[in-house]
């Protein structure tokens, strides 16, 4: 073992997915706008596919918790 090796930490951790697919029937917090899904480009038009989505920073699940919380 060299010395790099000897002093290196290890660090294990817990991660989980919260993933959520995003859909216009996704969960949003009471008040906040359902998500909206515009075609911006086409492949029929542009060539290719490029979709504008316009949705509020709470829909569905969100990792912005700690803003709520600090000045």
């Excluded at 029937?25 to 979709?51: A, H, L, M, R």
């Amino acid at each position: 073992m060299n010395k790099t090796e000897k002093n290196a930490i290890t660090i294990s951790r817990t991660v989980y997915d919260l993933t959520h697919l995003l859909s216009q029937d996704i969960s949003t917090y009471p008040g906040d706008p359902q998500p909206y899904f515009e075609p911006s480009s086409t492949i029929e038009k542009d060539n290719y596919n490029v979709t504008r989505i316009i949705m509020g920073s709470h829909s569905s699940t969100h990792v912005d918790a700690q803003k709520h919380f600090m000045m």
